[in-house]
């Protein structure tokens, strides 16, 4: 199991959404003109077994939290992790994707929402943090869902 520390920063609710690594998941080439020997960042199947947010304390937001995996739908995620919102909606609709966590968090005072899990994904994870701006951090422990692949592989 890892610890992930994902930070996102608040975008409107059409905006990217953020395919998610832990901090030692180096970024990848470019799969699109990766070489033999290159590696590519691919998000795959794991295990959520916490999630807890960490919001600025100021503004309000919705955390969004998807099974999605970029790379099966031609996104390059590895050396970049945004999925546009066309993308997002496109992948839904053809069932390559879904909401799997979504939760309202308000500005300061508030008490903390108790970690979530454990919950499976078969794709990878991405989140999206809705509101009218802001920051916030993921705080998750994952067990699995990225790898490394050769660059030959397309």
């Known amino acids: 199991m890892q610890k992930w520390v994902?930070?996102?920063?608040?975008?409107?609710?059409?905006?990217?959404?953020?395919?998610?690594?832990?901090?030692?998941a180096t970024v990848g080439a470019d799969p699109a003109?990766?070489?033999p020997g290159q590696l590519?960042?691919?998000?795959?199947?794991?295990?959520?077994?916490?999630?807890?947010v960490a919001t600025d304390g100021i503004n309000a937001i919705i955390l969004e939290c998807y099974?999605?995996?970029?790379?099966?739908l031609g996104i390059n995620v590895s050396s970049a992790t945004a999925i546009t919102d066309a993308q997002l909606?496109?992948?839904?609709?053809a069932g390559k994707a879904q909401l799997i966590y979504e939760q309202n968090f308000v500005g300061a005072g508030t008490t903390p929402v108790p970690p979530i899990g454990p919950a499976r994904f078969?794709?990878?994870?991405?989140?999206?943090?809705?509101?009218?701006?802001?920051?916030c951090k993921i705080n998750l422990t994952v067990q699995g869902g990225y790898r490394y692949i050769s660059g030959w592989v397309r």
């Open 6 to 24: 994902v930070p996102l920063t608040v975008v409107l609710a059409t905006g990217d959404v953020t395919q998610a690594y832990p901090p030692v």
């Open 33 to 35: 003109t990766a070489t």
């Open 40 to 52: 590519v960042r691919v998000p795959c199947e794991g295990q959520l077994v916490s999630l807890q």
């Open 67 to 72: 099974d999605i995996s970029g790379m099966e």
């Open 89 to 93: 909606d496109a992948a839904i609709a």
């Open 122 to 135: 078969m794709k990878g994870l991405a989140f999206r943090a809705v509101g009218a701006g802001g920051t």
